[in-house]
C-alpha cells in the first residue's frame, strides 16, 4: 500500500527537468507545469547551489526509511550547479511532513534532509562550504 501511495502521489509530480545534461547550465531548469491544480501548499523550488551536478534527487513522505525510484524527481536528467527545479505536488498528496536526499554524479555520500513542513518552505537552497566539508540546506 505504501508503495502504492508513494507512486501515486509522485507519478503525479509531472517532475520533467527541461534541458539536456550535457548542455551549458541554464540559470533555471523548470518543469512542466501540472494541467491538474496542483497542492500549492507544498509546492517549493530546490536551487543547486553546491558547486557540485546531481545526478539524483528524492523528494518523500518522511518516516518511510527507504528511498524508491518512485521518489526520484529527475528521471535520468542532470540538476546542474547553479540550476533550479519547481516541485510541483498533486492535490492528493497529503503528508505532513517530507525528506529530501541527493545523490552526487561523483563518488560522494548522499545527503538528506528530513521532516521538512514544505507547508512552510517556499525555497531549498542546497549549498556546499569546502572549508567544513558540509552540504547544507537554506530553508525559506
Not at 507512486?7 to 541554464?26: D, R, W, Y
Not at 518512485?70 to 519547481?86: M, P, Q, R, T, Y
Request: hydrophobic share 40%.
Amino acid at each position: 500500500m505504501r508503495k502504492l501511495f508513494i507512486f501515486i502521489a509522485f507519478i503525479a509530480l509531472c517532475l520533467t527537468v527541461n534541458g539536456n545534461s550535457s548542455s551549458v547550465t541554464k540559470a533555471n531548469q523548470l518543469l512542466s507545469p501540472v494541467t491538474i491544480t496542483q497542492n500549492a501548499d507544498l509546492d517549493f523550488t530546490i536551487v543547486n547551489k553546491t558547486g557540485y551536478d546531481i545526478k539524483g534527487l528524492y523528494v518523500g513522505p518522511s518516516g518511510t526509511g527507504d528511498w524508491t525510484k518512485d521518489d526520484e524527481v529527475l528521471h535520468g536528467k542532470v540538476f546542474k550547479n547553479g540550476a533550479s527545479i519547481d516541485i510541483e505536488f498533486h492535490p492528493r498528496a497529503t503528508a505532513e511532513k517530507w525528506d529530501i536526499m541527493v545523490a552526487w554524479t561523483g563518488d560522494y555520500e548522499n545527503e538528506e534532509w528530513l521532516d521538512l513542513d514544505l507547508t512552510e518552505i517556499n525555497k531549498v537552497t542546497l549549498v556546499y562550504d569546502r572549508n567544513k566539508d558540509v552540504t547544507s540546506a537554506i530553508i525559506e
